[in-house]
């Protein structure tokens, strides 16, 4: 098995948003804020190349949308979606797998592409299946209020039609085990319905895919939730859990969005599960 991190593009969000009612003098710390309020963050994916499957996971924004659209979220940066693909050589045709962990844009909005002449879309992936699970599906497909804005139907509904969509199994509790990609999966309902956190075995080591249970190294503290997520109470219990099977197993916790920290460990202290070291891809991919 090899892995590889993609880099499907930067961009900024408000750090209020980011870390819901703590203080900004908490939070700046680690992750500190432009004239404008607005943090670092990025869409860094993962590439997993196990025998004849090729699984992405995740995938960014996508380009399709408009300027107006990139212009609430002030990308920066060069990084694309298919320019990290080609820079470990390997195209979009080449994936075999796509697995989303969950259908908010800023995760799955690279699975959608417009056709050639504009009038209509098309999977980015042609030759490759889609992931998600029946819950997550159903809530992403009749969204809620909150999340309505987050769930595009352009970057969600060309996959289904395409007949290239793909339920992983459920688990009875939250965790399956050796799921249909090959690697454990944590369901984690917090941030929104049945989000999938992959857990994948790699030389001896656990891989732990974080998407948005922990954004960024500075949400490792329980508290620091984001005001993103629909049942935060639901947050802190699956953060704690999930951090402390960290701490006690030597997870190493491959960090999506965080810009500036690829791969973290982390380990019990007094207050709580804390930061232990910071890698980069490099040192644990090669």
Request: proline content about 4%.
């Amino acid at each position: 098995m090899n892995l590889y991190p993609i880099n499907a593009g930067n961009f900024k969000l408000d750090g209020g948003a980011m870390f819901g009612v703590v203080p900004k003098s908490l939070w700046q710390r680690t992750n500190p804020a432009d004239a404008n309020n607005m943090i670092d963050l990025t869409a860094r994916c993962l590439l997993i190349e196990d025998g004849n499957r090729l699984i992405l996971i995740d995938n960014g924004m996508g380009n399709k949308q408009s300027s107006k659209f990139f212009g609430y979220y002030h990308p920066w940066g060069d990084d694309t979606l298919n320019g990290s693909l080609k820079k470990h050589g390997f195209h979009t045709d080449d994936i075999t797998d796509v697995f989303m962990t969950h259908l908010h844009f800023d995760h799955c909005g690279g699975s959608i592409k417009w056709n050639n002449d504009k009038t209509g879309y098309e999977t980015a992936f042609k030759n490759a299946y889609f992931w998600s699970n029946k819950n997550h599906w159903q809530w992403a497909t009749q969204p809620n209020r909150r999340e309505k804005a987050s769930f595009l139907k352009e970057n969600i509904l060309p996959i289904k039609e395409s007949e290239q969509l793909k339920f992983t199994s459920l688990p009875e509790a939250d965790l399956l085990k050796n799921s249909e990609l090959g690697f454990d999966i944590f369901f984690a309902n917090g941030h929104t319905e049945k989000q999938m956190i992959p857990m994948i075995n790699y030389n001896g080591k656990t891989i732990c895919f974080m998407a948005d249970l922990l954004p960024t190294v500075g949400h490792l503290p329980i508290p620091f939730v984001m005001g993103y997520d629909t049942r935060p109470l639901l947050t802190l219990d699956e953060k704690e859990k999930f951090l402390s099977l960290a701490a006690d197993n030597n997870y190493y916790l491959f960090l999506e969005h965080d810009a500036h920290n690829e791969i973290i460990t982390v380990k019990h202290t007094e207050k709580g599960v804390r930061l232990a070291n910071i890698y980069s891809t490099n040192d644990i991919f090669n």
